[in-house]
């Protein structure tokens, strides 16, 4: 049983680049969450996704977009990299709103 | 100021010596959850409270929810080198997100 798996586990982009980290679980939950965390920060939650076809902005949802057209799947996208976005991306999922969210290991994205 | 305070920052403990973490919140809480993160990896979850005076624990840790639901506090007995990391607390305010402290970085020296 993977749980939620997160790809790719580090990246640099170029400022200005484009790029999709992927997430995906295996454990039929409704609910799925992407955070960053910076330094000191705790997690800041940028979107989340109550089933497929149904997502709505957290936290910090600037310049990101994030779809879900299956349980399994909720891509997180940067359309315009920018070094505030300098951060560790984490993908979480639950059974309901007030179930534990499960998390995967996290994408750690560089700006340069 | 933060919905949620999480204490103290960092703590340095000799291996043996037991410790406590605080969860503060300025609302009542829904649910509290309690994740423990290593360097460099995801959050590992550890323990949920949803009922005020509720406590639960897992071989050497404790957690406790005060009957106000308030605040919440996560107790390690005769800590051990494997105790170390990064201790967070994730709040429920009666939604379906959860709002984090800014967490506790534990260190256990010999």
């Known amino acids: 049983n993977a749980g939620v798996t997160q790809t790719p586990k580090f990246r640099i982009l170029k400022i200005g680049q484009s790029m999709t980290l992927q997430c995906t679980q295996d454990?039929?939950?409704?609910?799925m969450y992407w955070y960053r965390q910076d330094p000191g920060m705790g997690l800041k939650l940028i979107y989340y996704?109550?089933?497929?076809?149904?997502?709505d902005k957290g936290e910090v949802p600037n310049g990101y977009n994030v779809s879900r057209s299956t349980t399994e799947d909720f891509p997180l996208r940067l359309e315009l990299a920018a070094p505030s976005q300098t951060s560790v991306y984490f993908c979480?999922?639950?059974?309901?709103?007030?179930?534990?969210?499960?998390f995967g290991d996290g994408t750690r994205l560089s700006i340069l | 100021s933060q919905e949620l305070e999480q204490s103290p920052q960092s703590l340095i403990v000799q291996e043996g010596k037991n410790l406590t973490i605080n969860c503060t919140s300025s609302?009542?809480?829904?649910?509290l959850y309690w994740y423990k993160q290593k360097y460099g990896e995801g959050l590992i979850f550890l323990m949920m409270?949803?009922?005020?005076?509720e406590e639960k624990s897992h071989e050497k840790i404790t957690a406790k929810l005060d009957e106000k639901k308030q605040q919440s506090s996560l107790h390690i007995t005769a800590s051990q080198p494997s105790h170390a990391g990064i201790y967070l607390c994730?709040?429920?305010?009666?939604?379906?997100?959860?709002?984090f402290g800014t967490g506790t970085r534990l260190t256990i020296i010999p």
């Open positions: 609302k009542t809480l829904y649910g």
């Open positions: 996704s109550v089933g497929a076809g149904i997502t």
């Open positions: 454990m039929n939950h409704n609910y």
């Open positions: 409270l949803q009922k005020g005076g």
């Open positions: 994730g709040a429920s305010f009666g939604n379906e997100k959860l709002t």
């Open positions: 979480a999922s639950s059974l309901g709103g007030n179930q534990p969210q499960h």
